[in-house]
């Protein structure tokens, strides 16, 4: 039996929480939110999520080392771990195109509004 590795059970941890869509979206809200971070209220508030559902939420994504949360006065503001974020995507891109430079074109704008 293979073992895995600590950068493949972080890839998986962090993954794995990620994989609700719950939890995706309130990881995409703190890292738009950027390094002041988000009450839960405020986050429960954007998603249209009850707070109680999104406290259990967020606690995955602490348990992943995704997301911190840190005591300030009566509240606690959730951070993204920016640091872990891109150690996942640097593990999923590493060897990307078999070590070459990738040449993937950008995605056609459909709507523009380009005058013809």
Do not use: W
Request: hydrophobic content about 40%.
């Amino acid at each position: 039996m293979e073992t895995i590795t600590p950068a493949e059970q972080q890839a998986l941890s962090a993954l794995t929480a990620l994989s609700q869509v719950v939890r995706l979206r309130a990881f995409r809200e703190l890292v738009v939110a950027g390094p002041a971070g988000m009450t839960p209220g405020a986050i429960a508030e954007r998603l249209y999520v009850a707070p109680s559902s999104l406290s259990f939420h967020l606690k995955e994504l602490v348990h992943a080392n995704l997301v911190s949360a840190e005591p300030q006065g009566r509240h606690l503001i959730y951070r993204a771990h920016f640091d872990r974020m891109n150690a996942l995507l640097g593990y999923l891109t590493e060897h990307c195109c078999g070590g070459q430079a990738c040449e993937v074109a950008p995605p056609a704008c459909t709507d523009c509004g380009d005058p013809a």
